[in-house]
């Protein structure tokens, strides 16, 4: 019999687990305080449980583990990248960036990424596999035991689609969110998605007051169907007519993330087509100035994404230029890798 996952089973799943052994409720409620909060990583820590039922617990389920492999600080704004070794030796990256308000934990999905974004290194090594939810968790409480403080809020914008492996995503929000756990709340959360339409339209369905952020990066297909693969299956009309009805199925304002390429998607006519098409929108914009990669030739331009940023508020949309945090460790947006070489 193939041994379960236990880090990766929530709550109710847990009780419903430890029953089938035998044992009582408050046993369950002991195994998921020492594994979702203090954080062990064998059965033989859990000091308050029976030796008969630790056995059965080996017996039958393992505790998924992730390790540091490398930390890298960055010496300009302190923002902290970690190389996680997976069970199966594969890797992936996790940044943690520090604000007033808090720590941002920006993790992983998967092991590699296939959506093919032309400026992204995530998808450059290919994709291996899925992360169980067990490794989406893991990356906040071994930063948070590494770093010795909390994480507030989490981005799920690092390696991966999120939206490509949604059974262990959404049960990664309801147990990250769960108040038997690390209880942070979905408000805190934000999903990042190249926009795969069906999947949209089926977290809407949860309607999570998570903030979803639309990584757009074109105002039109054309541009879209060169940068983003994803945009030759469901192109920007469709895509906008998923984000329209996931606000009306949850009331959450939507996030669209820009990032501004020299030649590419930053000229006026491109402020202006963008405009257009998020004028019914009560949305928000993220200007990300594009961040290099190795094996492309892309730039940005400080004043062509002020004078983006100045027309889309001319024509009432909001938006913010995103500072970029941690490039000199290669850990801003679209620069995390599954691969051990990348540091």
């Known amino acids: ?9 929530e709550y109710l799943s847990l009780i419903e687990n430890i029953g089938n052994l035998g044992e009582n409720k408050f046993r369950a409620d002991q195994i ?30 393992y505790i998924n583990n ?17 190389l996680y070794k997976l069970i199966d030796n594969n890797f992936i990256e996790t940044v943690v960036m520090k604000y007033k308000y808090g720590n941002t934990i920006c993790v992983s999905s998967q092991v590699g990424c296939k959506m093919g974004c032309n400026f992204c290194a995530s998808t450059i090594d290919g994709y291996m596999r899925n992360l169980n939810t067990s490794e989406i968790l893991d990356q906040i409480y071994k930063t948070e035991e590494n770093l010795g403080e909390k994480i507030t809020n989490i981005v799920m914008m690092g390696i991966g689609e999120p939206l490509d492996n949604f059974n262990n995503v959404v049960n990664f ?39 979803l ?19 030759k ?14 606000y009306y199925k949850t009331g959450r304002r939507i996030s669209f993330e820009y990032a501004v390429i020299n030649d590419i998607n930053d000229s006026v006519v491109h402020a202006l087509e963008l405009s257009k098409k998020l ?35 001319k024509n009432k949309i909001k938006c913010t230029i995103r500072r970029s945090l941690g490039a000199d460790i290669n850990a801003a947006c679209g620069q995390l890798r599954r691969e051990k070489s990348n540091l």
């Open 32 to 61: 998921y305080d020492w594994i979702h909060n203090k954080n062990i990583v064998s059965f033989s820590d859990m000091t308050n449980i029976s030796k008969m039922l630790k056995e059965k617990l080996k017996k039958n389920y």
């Open 66 to 82: 992730i390790t540091i492999d490398k930390k890298l600080i960055s010496e300009i704004d302190g923002t902290v990248k970690y």
């Open 1 to 9: 019999m193939e041994k379960i996952d236990i880090k990766s089973l």
């Open 173 to 211: 929000i309801n147990m990250i969110s769960d108040k038997n756990g690390r209880n942070i709340g979905k408000r805190n959360i934000t999903l990042s998605t190249c926009g795969i339409v069906d999947k949209i339209n089926k977290l809407a369905e949860f309607k999570f007051p998570i903030t």
């Open 279 to 313: 004028s019914k929108f009560d949305c928000h914009v993220n200007l990300i100035p594009v961040n290099k990669i190795a094996e492309r030739d892309y730039n940005s331009s400080k004043n062509n994404v002020s004078r983006f940023k100045d027309i889309l508020e």
């Open 213 to 231: 952020a639309i990584s757009l990066h074109a105002p039109n297909d054309y541009i879209r169907s060169k940068t983003m693969p994803i945009n």
């Open 233 to 246: 299956i469901w192109n920007i009309e469709e895509l906008l007519n998923s984000c329209y009805n996931y």
